[in-house]
């Protein structure tokens, strides 16, 4: 009798053997994919690809069971403690990414697309009210200076609500247009953020639009992800997600690179405002890993076209055979 699609993909919490050997180290988790753990034999070759439930709060909730499992092999003499201290450093990013982009599967879902949407519209009209604030105390406001920052505004949000119509609709054709566009936005973020970082000193008196910023180079990155998913063009969809991961951490080595090395900067730096930049690189460096989670999905759509549209909803973490 032949296997049905559906019947491939499996609730991890019936696969007690994946489970077990999860936790004695054989296998690791890498992003999306569980592996065979390096000096097994088979170390990197595909055990499974991961899906985490859509709705953020079962999400977590997976992850922590996960991560219970995890722990569990930390405690045991006969688990490969290397092996599962990744799984365990690669479930932390996952459970503080999945906080902070208010689910998985952002990239590769129209429910994540409409979530992105959201946020980058809250993030874009923080950055204005933020930009037009400091603008009036710096007395630099002028009408036409205004009337350019509110017509770059106008133009983003267009940007983002004829995406979303294109999305619904399935207008792959206006969809492609808008990539460039897509494209100019981010790239402009980042050369923002890349002009900051290498100065110690706004990376504490400018804090508060560089945490805005980079928001939404995040928040961009995964809405090009899913315009070019949604245009038909899966390849640069993943590409997008590995340069948003490697683009976050240049941008936070270049940063802590740039604080330590100014000593003038470090000696007058509060308290208060070495725990915020603290904890803002930490969530920069635990983001990757749901950046990776959603690339791994993406090659498994490319390699398997129509695959996550097969794969039911669940509560639970859903595994697919490698």
Not at 41 to 56: C, E, N, R, T, W
Not at 86 to 113: P, R
Request: charged share 20%; hydrophobic share 40%.
């Amino acid at each position: 009798m032949p296997v049905t699609v559906d019947a491939l993909w499996r609730a991890l919490p019936d696969l007690p053997d994946v489970l077990a050997r999860i936790r004695s180290g054989d296998y690791t988790l890498h992003g999306g994919v569980i592996r065979h753990a390096a000096g097994t034999g088979k170390g990197g070759q595909i055990v499974g690809h991961l899906k985490f439930p859509s709705d953020a709060f079962q999400a977590q909730e997976s992850i922590q069971r996960l991560q219970s499992v995890v722990q569990e092999g930390l405690g045991s003499l006969q688990g490969g403690i290397s092996q599962l201290q990744q799984s365990m450093n690669v479930l932390q990013g996952l459970q503080v990414a999945n906080l902070a982009l208010s689910g998985l599967n952002l990239a590769v879902s129209a429910a994540g697309f409409v979530i992105v949407c959201k946020k980058l519209d809250k993030v874009s009209a923080q950055i204005q009210a933020q930009s037009q604030g400091i603008a009036q105390t710096l007395h630099l406001v002028g009408e036409a200076h205004e009337r350019s920052l509110l017509g770059d505004e106008a133009k983003f949000r267009s940007l983002l609500l004829s995406a979303k119509q294109f999305c619904e609709q399935g207008d792959v054709e206006h969809l492609k247009f808008l990539i460039p566009t897509f494209h100019q936005e981010y790239q402009f973020t980042k050369l923002v953020l890349e002009r900051h970082a290498p100065i110690a000193g706004s990376n504490i008196g400018s804090f508060g639009e560089i945490v805005l910023l980079q928001d939404r180079l995040i928040n961009m990155g995964l809405m090009l992800s899913h315009v070019q998913m949604s245009a038909g063009a899966p390849k640069y969809g993943q590409e997008c997600l590995v340069g948003l991961a490697d683009d976050i951490s240049a941008l936070n080595k270049r940063r802590f690179e740039a604080l330590s090395g100014d000593r003038d900067v470090a000696s007058q730096i509060t308290i208060d405002h070495f725990s915020n930049v603290t904890s803002f690189l930490e969530r920069g460096k635990k983001i990757v890993p749901a950046l990776s989670y959603e690339a791994d999905l993406i090659e498994l759509e490319i390699a398997h076209p129509g695959e996550l549209k097969r794969a039911p909803e669940s509560k639970e973490i859903l595994v697919l055979a490698g």
